[in-house]
């Protein structure tokens, strides 16, 4: 088995209300079950590592997760308090970095230290996400969930793409680098940084209770989703088997929980509190959802903060 030490315990509960009188809670849990995983054999150590595209996206659980939630509290999701201060004009916000990587894979070591690097820049928030379609190679990675395949294969379908790879890196929720490299990725945020932004996003309290405003100057052409991930800031394993047997590897900002927790339309100020338990760092992302055939898929990333 892995031996693994984390700087925050995995786990804790999120609990959302929107502004108005009801209330959506989930569990820190791991992510909604999907298909199989991916069938690609294994490659020669160095390249990336392809995985099939089967099954819903990560959109599609999320987005029904949360329709349950709303029916089980009796309430719609056009309750929300619109009765806010004057929206503020928007300000330029941390990049988000997902980095798909998994600990089966001998070509991601690479990039996990240097999604650790960027990790300690404040003007960005990385991300990694460990698949599972390399457990079939003998090692089972402990931070792999289903949903985080699923997520992957939900931005090879936004890109028209049929083949996922790890070690893959999604910039801002609109660019992919596969095997990036340090140059890479920072002109990739660079140029993420120079964008006008389109969506202002605030967050005030402390201690695990959050206010949330959301709004827009100009009216977005198409919806969003609001999301909240946990993860795990620091994490060190051995590995006893598969293509990295015998290394000790270390990672940054291991995601444990990744919740939809409101849809927004992108034209009503919007404000949601938060109230986050547990040790676990936590940050609130704002996506387009872009139409996909027959449920929507993640698009550009417009906002996102740290709550604690």
């Not at 020669?44 to 392809?50: D, L, N, R, S, V």
Request: charged fraction near 15%; proline fraction near 9%; charge should be negative.
């Amino acid at each position: 088995m892995a031996r693994a030490i984390f700087s925050a315990a995995i786990g804790g509960w999120l609990a959302l209300a929107l502004a108005g009188g009801w209330a959506l809670t989930a569990a820190a849990q791991e992510g909604p079950a999907g298909p199989g995983p991916g069938q690609g054999g294994a490659t020669a150590p160095g390249h990336p590592a392809p995985g099939t595209l089967s099954g819903p996206s990560l959109v599609e659980s999320l987005t029904e997760a949360l329709d349950n939630a709303l029916a089980a509290t009796g309430a719609a999701p056009g309750a929300i308090n619109t009765l806010m201060a004057k929206p503020a004009a928007p300000t330029p916000s941390p990049v988000v970095v997902e980095l798909f990587t998994s600990q089966g894979c001998s070509a991601c070591p690479p990039a996990d230290e240097l999604l650790a690097k960027f990790a300690t820049r404040p003007d960005v928030i990385a991300l990694s996400l460990h698949v599972d379609y390399w457990d079939y190679l003998g090692w089972e990675d402990p931070f792999a969930q289903p949903a985080f395949t699923a997520r992957q294969k939900a931005y090879a379908r936004a890109s028209g793409s049929r083949t996922i790879y790890t070690p893959q890196m999604i910039v801002g929720g609109d660019h992919s680098l596969v095997g990036p490299t340090e140059g890479d990725l920072d002109t990739l945020i660079s140029a993420e940084r120079a964008l006008p932004p389109k969506v202002a996003l605030q967050v005030s309290g402390a201690a695990g209770q959050y206010e949330i405003e959301i709004s827009a100057p100009k009216p977005l052409d198409t919806g969003t989703v609001v999301q909240i991930v946990r993860f795990a800031p620091q994490a060190r394993v051995e590995i006893l088997r598969g293509e990295n047997a015998g290394m000790v590897l270390d990672y940054a900002n291991v995601v444990t929980a990744w919740h939809a927790v409101a849809e927004w339309d992108g034209h009503t100020p919007t404000r949601l509190t938060a109230k986050i338990d547990g040790d676990e760092p936590a940050v609130v992302i704002v996506q387009t959802a872009r139409p996909g055939k027959s449920v929507p898929l993640p698009g550009a990333i417009l906002a996102a903060a740290r709550l604690n």
